[in-house]
């Protein structure tokens, strides 16, 4: 008997799973919080030179400026430079700022602006651009915090894969938890630009448990016909608005991992409790602490999980390195299209409120092609269509911007719905002994591919259509490789690498494989 037989007799979906999906889908609400705060965090209003000892009573602000300040090509006044020496204007005087200098050289000096910039309030009252002057020459540390990030993010998927495999899920979530509100906090009363990539890159860290960590334990006590709509029903939560960490002590550690730890007592206790919540009677002798014993042994680790486990065997390191390439292709093209909200002819509050709203029929679809089309081809599906809609976006004109702003919805929406995607379909993919440190392992090369997206918008200054075209192709990469990926509808969640070997090579397993597992006797 297998842990699928334990979870139907004691109720594979019930007010048990209801309640565990609840829990543990709230606090996702605070991931948009964090992961999208670039957005208004790092703005950047406008902006130009300070430039002191303007009269008071100067009527004509604009031919001030236009003496002080030099055009660029597109004909606006510059944001990064000033003259030299004040150029006399037609039919104007300025006085003895006037330098015969300035008017005597056919191309006058422009100088950095060495006293500061004054900035455009009227949107955002104050960002990190402006607290910390973070334009002009040093724009790139403004897109660099976005980067720091998702680097913490990176290495806390990583860390987080691998404890949640060797401690249990539940221990390192409540940590994730804590951690988040300490650090989100720290981060938010910085001083400095430097203590504030700190405490964002630690927070990113903390976050990964959120990310990585969630899925699978709801998955893990959910049958296979419910798996898909508590997977995408939690993913909702990520537009939701509020967050309820007082309930996650209700949260449960997962059954089948404490079975391949050998914690049978607690497995069970969780199992009768899963079962009185659901209403189902057990059977004593079919269901009692020994029977589930027998279950335990059977499912036993006998060494720790490593990361190299997912290369060891051939359809596992198929699985993996296709889960990397998908993954990077899914985070790359998201914050790619979710941190550029300029150009659409809507201000940032807008903008962003349509993002969001886009989230929850792009949640439907994935919820319907799931379903029906199956995991891979919904995977496939929706990042040829984030590639199709950056692809578009290069044939509009920029005086095209209601079109511009439809094509950019509708990426939204289908990388949207690639993400809540890859977070179902990958963890039905790995094995229990293996799935936090397989979820762990694609969320460090995602989190990679989210940070050098802020940066492949620097690219605009090579070619004005590379970033967008660099974020397409990354997410047609992604959907061809998508296809390589072995189908998991209405398969049982896999509990060891010879599930996961077995489809593939079951007379050569025992030869190829490093069992991470062995009956006891």
Known sequence: MGFEELLEQVGGFGPFQLRNVALLALPRVLLPLHFLLPIFLAAVPAHRCALPGAPANFSHQDVWLEAHLPREPDGTLSS???????????????????????????????????????????????????EWDLVCEQKGLNRAASTFFFAGVLVGAVAFGYLSDRFGRRRLLLVAYVSTLVLGLASAASVSYVMFAITRTLTGSALAGFTIIVMPLELEWLDVEHRTVAGVLSSTFWTGGVMLLALVGWVPESARWLLTQGHVKEAHRYLLHCARLNGRPVCEDSFSQEAVSKVAA????????????????????????????????????????????SGLGLNVYQTQLLFGAVELPSKLLVYLSVRYAGRRLTQAGTLLGTA?????????????????????????????AAFTTAYLFTSELYPTVLRQTGMGLTALVGRLGGSLAPLAALLDGVWLSLPKLTYGGIALLAAGTALLLPETRQAQLPETIQDVERKSAPTSLQEEEMPMKQVQN
């Not at 950056?390 to 990388?415: C, H, N, Q, Y």
């Open 80 to 130: 990064c430079l000033r003259f030299a020496y004040p150029q006399a204007l037609p039919n104007t005087t300025l006085g003895e700022e006037r330098q015969s200098r300035g008017e005597l050289e056919d191309e006058p000096a422009t100088v950095p602006c060495s006293q500061g910039w004054e900035y455009d309030h009227s949107e955002f009252s104050s960002t990190i651009a402006t």
């Open 298 to 341: 059977g499912e036993r680790v006998v060494r720790r999980p490593s990361y190299l486990d997912l290369f060891r065997t051939p359809r596992l390191r198929h699985i993996s390195l296709c889960c990397v390439v998908v993954w990077f292709g899914v985070n790359f093209s998201y914050y790619g299209l979710s941190l550029d909200v």
């Open 388 to 416: 199709l809609a950056f692809g578009t976006r290069l044939l509009v004109s920029s005086d095209m911007k209601s079109w511009s702003t439809v094509l950019a919805v509708m990426g939204k929406a289908f990388s949207e």
